[in-house]
């Protein structure tokens, strides 16, 4: 049962204007969200993240929101370039439970220029 | 920076073999974990450690099993490979709770198996 769903197999955005990729979560008890991104041929790499504390972190282009009420969090990129073309992995756990990554099944963006 | 190394990039094994998968990370990590990637299904946890000579099973360990002898060393087994276990295999290893960053996973480069 996967706990942690990005809808988006794919996403194609021109360069320079906003990438927006989404990511739902079913299980109430995760407390900490992150977003990892991978170039073919290599690990993923850690991007940003967000406790549930809060509602936005920011770091530099890329900017993580989440709705808790919602289940629901997203990333922005803007502007998006060129480099940032990889897929993206949201992942969510609990913290004081078995503090454990779940991974969502990914989303591939492609950044035209 | 944290280097977690995997000792192949590329395998191709045979049904029936018995395959091991090496990763090393240099930055005296007490956490690290298995995870194979799957196109659809995202990554998913095998096994993982909490500190030397412990392992827990993730949330798909059949036909898997796992050494963690040294601190910096963790192994993944594949006792006898079947092709259902041809997928992308992604060691990572995590800073100790203790410490800021704690939920960030540093991931090794990743091996490739084939099973024929």
């Known amino acids: 049962d996967q706990q942690v769903k990005q809808n988006s197999p794919s996403l194609s955005v021109q360069e320079g204007r906003i990438s927006i990729l989404n990511c739902d979560y079913t299980?109430?008890?995760?407390?900490?969200f992150l977003w990892y991104k991978k170039y073919p041929a290599e690990g993923p790499t850690f991007l940003i993240s967000?406790?549930?504390?809060?509602d936005k972190n920011e770091d530099g282009r890329f900017t993580v929101f989440l709705n808790k009420s919602a289940k629901h969090l997203s990333l922005h990129i803007v502007p998006s370039q060129p480099g940032d073309s990889a897929v993206y992995f949201c992942a969510a756990l609990h913290q004081t439970g078995a503090n454990n990554l779940f991974f969502g099944t990914g989303t591939r963006l492609t950044v035209i220029p | 920076d944290v280097k977690v190394t995997q000792s192949s990039r590329y395998l191709v094994k045979r049904t029936g073999e018995k395959v091991f998968l090496e990763c090393v990370q240099d930055?005296?990590?007490?956490?690290m974990f298995w995870y194979r990637q799957d196109p659809g299904l995202g990554l998913r946890l095998i096994y993982f450690?909490?500190?030397?000579?412990?392992?827990e099973k993730g949330d798909i360990p059949e036909g898997y099993s796992v050494s963690r002898e040294k601190k910096e060393r963790f192994s993944l087994i594949l006792e006898s490979a079947s092709t259902n276990q041809t997928s992308m295999y992604l060691c990572?290893?995590?800073?100790?709770?203790?410490?800021?960053?704690?939920?960030?996973?540093?991931f090794g480069p990743g091996t490739r198996l084939l099973v024929l």
């Open positions: 450690s909490y500190d030397v000579k412990m392992k």
């Open positions: 990572a290893s995590r800073l100790p709770d203790s410490r800021q960053g704690k939920e960030t996973q540093y």
């Open positions: 967000i406790s549930s504390i809060k």
């Open positions: 299980n109430s008890m995760f407390d900490y």
């Open positions: 930055m005296d990590h007490e956490n």
